[in-house]
Structures are given as C-alpha cells and as structure tokens.
C-alpha cells in the first residue's frame, strides 16, 4: 500500500498570497498516477489536478502541479477567498489500495 | 451534466448491513470506460477509498474492507449500490458515491462525486 503524507497539516496565508502544498509517498507513484482535490466543508471534494499536473475541465490556472515519483506539490499562485478549504492528495491506477493523503488546510491568517 | 445521489439508511445498527444505492442522471451507467465506486469519510476525517466496479461488472475493493463489501450495478435503473456488512461505530462517516475513468485494469481519479450521505452506526 502506498502511504501519503501530506504537508503541512495547515497553512495560514491571506488572499493574494501563493500556497505551497506537499504530498509525498512511501514510494514511487506509478505513471505519476497523482491527484488533488479541494474540499470545502460541508461540500465533496472537487477534483483539481489528475496525472501530478494536469488541470481538470474548468479548474482556474492560479491552481497547478507538479513533481514526480514520490515527491508532488501542488501550488496556488494567488489565494482567492473561495480557495480557503482543506487539500487532498490521491494515488490511484492499477494497485490496491487507492490511497488519500491526510489533507492540508489552508486557512485565512 | 452527470449528477450522482445517494440514497439509504441514515442509521444502521451495529453489526448489522449498511445498504447504500447511488443514482445516476444525466449519463447511462454502462456507457463509457467507466469505475463507479464508494468514498467514505468519518466525520472530522479523511478519505478512504471502499471500492469500485468497473461498467462491465468487475471490481476492485480496498483489502482492509474486502470481506465486508460488495459493490454490485443495476443497469437497468441506472444504480448502482453498495453493501457493508457487520458494521461498527467505527463504520460511521459520510458516503459519497463517485464515477472515476479508467480501463479494465487501470483506474482514474475521481471526476464525479455525490453530494455525500451521513451514515452512523448506532443502537
């Protein structure tokens, strides 16, 4: 089973401001098979980066990713207010289990 | 545009079976390369992935509820379910149902989600 973990547990920034969020994994991510979901509360989560870096239909361009093997980042270039929620991490593809990282919360400072 | 709904139960007693259906609008479930599955997520915690069925009927479940799952689709309502057996109160969370794209062997990331489901198990 691939373990992610995720940093930092929070991030307190304010609008406008760039966020930097980590996923790493306890081993090599197969065909960069990595994804992000935003979670508002309340709400399902949301799809935003599949394949480490590409963006979903209709994700705005401030969010991107990157990274590869066992090290993958995902970035917020400019924080909106909408954008204050709690980021997920997945590994998914052809091995069992489908694993979510444990989240970041990226909250208003 | 594809909606997803689930619908069952919102308390289920202890080591009895959670039942679960999704419905599916917008799109015909056996259309498509696609794995409809179940997500759940304690209340305060994360995700974790139950499992999914792939449009042909094969499935694939997480080994830590493998003996307790069965994810089965009803194409002929457009629905798919799920059951979780011998529930605890460690069963309790909401549950999403969810389509992901893939091939017979290769799963994608989940593209659509429901809106959730609380489901707590209690006496």
């Known amino acids: 089973e691939i373990v992610l973990t995720q940093s930092p547990g929070t991030l307190s920034l304010s609008p406008g401001e760039r966020a930097t969020l980590s996923c790493r994994a306890s081993q090599s991510v197969s065909s960069n098979y990595l994804a992000w979901y935003q979670q508002i509360p309340g709400q399902a989560p949301r799809l935003l980066i599949f394949g480490a870096s590409g963006r979903a239909t209709g994700i705005p361009d401030r969010f991107s990713g990157s990274g590869s093997g066992t090290d993958f980042t995902l970035t917020i270039s400019r924080l909106e207010p909408e954008d204050f929620a709690v980021y997920y991490c997945q590994h998914y593809g052809s091995s069992l289990p489908e694993t979510f990282g444990p989240g970041t919360k990226v909250d208003i400072k | 545009q594809l909606q997803l709904q689930e619908s069952g139960p919102g308390l289920v007693k202890p080591s009895e079976t959670l039942s679960l259906t999704c419905s599916v609008s917008g799109g015909s479930i056996s259309s498509g390369t696609y794995y409809w599955g179940w997500i759940r997520q304690p209340p305060g915690k994360g995700l974790e992935w139950i499992g999914s069925i792939f449009y042909s009927g094969s499935t694939h479940y997480n080994p830590s509820l493998k003996s307790r799952v069965t994810i089965s689709v009803d194409t002929s309502k457009n629905q798919f379910s799920l059951k979780l057996s011998s529930v605890t109160a460690a069963d309790t969370a909401v549950y999403y149902c969810?389509?992901?794209?893939?091939?017979?062997?290769?799963?994608?990331?989940?593209?659509?989600w429901g809106q959730g489901t609380l489901v707590t198990v209690s006496s």
């Open positions: 969810a389509r992901h794209p893939g091939s017979s062997m290769v799963r994608g990331p989940v593209d659509y």
